[in-house]
Nanobody, 119 residues
Framework: QVQLVESGGGLVQSGGSLRLSCAAS????????MGWYRQAPGKQRELVAA???????NYGDSVKGRFTISRDNAKNTVYLQMISLKPEDTAVYYC?????????????WGQGTQVTVSS
C-alpha cells in the first residue's frame, strides 16, 4: 500500500505565495515521476508541473516562471513553490506519483488540497 499525503494549501491574496508538499508513505516501492495537477470547478484536471526521478522538470504554460517543482528523494516528497499567485490559480491541487511496487507500475494520487487566491 502506498499513500500520498498533501499539505500546504489554503487561502492567500493575489500576489501571494504558498508551498505545497506531498509525501509518499508505505513500503517496498520506487518512485519515478512525480507531479502536481489541479482542477478548478467546471474545468478538466490539468498538469501544473512534473519532475522526473533525475530532476528534469516540465510546467504548464500558465504557471511557467511563477511555480517551481522540486523533490527530495530521500524523503519521498515532492514540493510545489507557488509565487505571484493569481485568482485563476484557485483550484484543488492533486499530487501524482508514478510508482513501481511489487513489480507493478501505476499512478497514485493524493486526496487533493484546496488553494484559493482572492483578488
Amino acid at each position: 500500500q502506498v499513500q500520498l499525503v498533501e499539505s500546504g494549501g489554503g487561502l492567500v491574496q493575489s500576489g501571494g505565495s504558498l508551498r505545497l508538499s506531498c509525501a509518499a508513505s508505505g513500503s517496498g516501492f520506487n518512485i519515478y515521476g512525480m507531479g502536481w495537477y489541479r482542477q478548478a470547478p467546471g474545468k478538466q484536471r490539468e498538469l501544473v508541473a512534473a519532475i522526473s526521478s533525475g530532476g528534469s522538470t516540465n510546467y504548464g504554460d500558465s504557471v511557467k516562471g511563477r511555480f517551481t517543482i522540486s523533490r527530495d528523494n530521500a524523503k519521498n516528497t515532492v514540493y510545489l513553490q507557488m509565487i505571484s499567485l493569481k485568482p485563476e490559480d484557485t483550484a484543488v491541487y492533486y499530487c501524482n506519483a508514478y510508482i513501481f511496487r511489487l513489480g507493478i507500475p501505476r499512478d497514485y494520487w493524493g486526496q487533493g488540497t484546496q488553494v484559493t487566491v482572492s483578488s
